[in-house]
T-cell receptor, first 109, second 113 residues
Framework: GQNIDQPTEMTATEGAIVQINCTYQ??????LFWYQQHAGEAPTFLSY??LDGLEEKGRFSSFLSRSKGYSYLLLKELQMKDSASYLC??????????WGAGTKLIIKP | IAGITQAPTSQILAAGRRMTLRCTQD?????MYWYRQDLGLGLRLIHY???????GKGEVPDGYSVSRANTDDFPLTLASAVPSQTSVYFC????????????FGPGTRLTVL
């Protein structure tokens, strides 16, 4: 079967750094997406990794290790507006996205 | 403003009724998708279309049908709604049906009683 695992919930402090992990087992691999979803809203695109390594985009970075079936999203200088769910999704061999259940990130002042 | 629109925003429906959720995009994307999102579960693909005139089944297609008569519109129909179809439904589109970024509509919250 195909499986994406991420922690259900994480808590962090404003101004700090948090790392959200994602492990996957899918039929084939054609890339990995991270999306942000605020409560009651649609998911919005954050990052895409298809090669191993770190992709940096402002306060957000995403890392991929294909051999380990592992990715993480790193959020720096946390702000209250970063309180949201973060969704990991893998593109499988059929070019369909397989989604994790999401990690709810709670930011405390 | 370019993007994806969905209608209605929310709906309460009696079991057994027929319902069509509408989705329209103006980005000239070739591929469109319908997902459902339930608490504690990841987004699950219901149906997709890689180009106008073609459709395919996703992970959870039973009880749903779609059509893609043109590039912009991708309606989702529940022929005879059941309570297990209570969910939030998101429509999305991407430039092509490969690994392109998917852009999501605002969602429709559907309750079947």
């Amino acid at each position: 079967g195909q499986n994406i695992d991420q922690p259900t919930e994480m808590t962090a402090t404003e101004g700090a750094i948090v790392q959200i992990n994602c492990t996957y087992q899918t039929s084939g691999f054609n890339g990995l997406f991270w999306y942000q979803q605020h409560a009651g809203e649609a998911p919005t695109f954050l990052s895409y990794n298809v090669l191993d390594g770190l992709e940096e985009k402002g306060r957000f970075s995403s890392f991929l290790s294909r051999s380990k079936g592992y990715s993480y999203l790193l959020l720096k200088e946390l702000q209250m507006k970063d309180s949201a769910s973060y969704l990991c999704a893998v593109v499988n061999s059929n070019y369909q996205l397989i989604w994790g259940a999401g990690t709810k990130l709670i930011i405390k002042p | 403003i370019a993007g994806i629109t969905q209608a209605p925003t929310s709906q309460i429906l009696a079991a057994g009724r027929r319902m069509t959720l509408r989705c329209t995009q103006d980005m000239r994307h070739n591929a469109m998708y319908w997902y459902r999102q339930d608490l504690g579960l990841g987004l699950r693909l219901i149906h997709y279309s890689n180009t106008a005139g073609t459709t395919g089944k996703g992970e959870v297609p039973d009880g749903y049908s779609v059509s893609r008569a043109n590039t912009d519109d991708f309606p989702l129909t529940l022929a005879s709604a059941v309570p297990s179809q209570t969910s939030v439904y998101f429509c999305a589109s991407s430039l092509s049906g490969s690994a392109d970024t998917q852009y999501f509509g605002p969602g429709t919250r559907l309750t079947v009683l």
